[in-house]
């Protein structure tokens, strides 16, 4: 099993910038993909971005390309988001996922593991 706990979620406004975090415990693998998604009311969960454990592999969602950074600190077994310039649309529950898969993975059912997630809310 593979435990995954997002924090840094928060109220920010317009323009404002944010850092959510996802330690990871238990069987992870360095083979896995680390993914983010977010979920807003009424609305599908959709692909943020990703990353390989090595850093080498990395895709962003057209939304937030240049504005979000995803990163992953083998070490600490921690993945990050940082999102600057953040707008009201990007107002969601974050979520944090892991995968055993390889190359693109934007699809939830490329994950197996979950967090709880975290809030975060864009006030303009």
């Known amino acids: 099993q593979v435990q995954l706990v997002e924090s840094g979620g928060g109220l920010v406004q317009a323009g404002g910038s944010l850092r959510l975090s996802c330690a990871t415990s238990?069987?992870?693998?360095?083979?896995?993909?680390m993914g983010w998604f977010r979920q807003a009311p009424g609305k599908e969960r959709e692909f943020v971005a990703q990353?390989?454990?090595?850093?080498?592999?990395?895709y962003y969602a057209d939304s937030v390309k240049g504005r979000f950074t995803i990163s992953s600190d083998v070490g600490k077994k921690t993945v990050y988001l940082q999102m600057n310039n953040l707008v009201p649309e990007d107002t969601a529950v974050y979520y944090c996922?892991?995968?055993?898969?390889?190359?693109?993975?934007?699809?939830?059912?490329?994950?197996?593991?979950w967090g709880q997630g975290t809030q975060v809310t864009v006030s303009s």
């Open positions: 990353v390989n454990w090595s850093g080498n592999i990395i």
């Open positions: 996922a892991a995968g055993n898969v390889v190359g693109v993975a934007t699809k939830p059912t490329n994950y197996d593991y």
């Open positions: 238990g069987r992870t693998s360095s083979t896995y993909t």
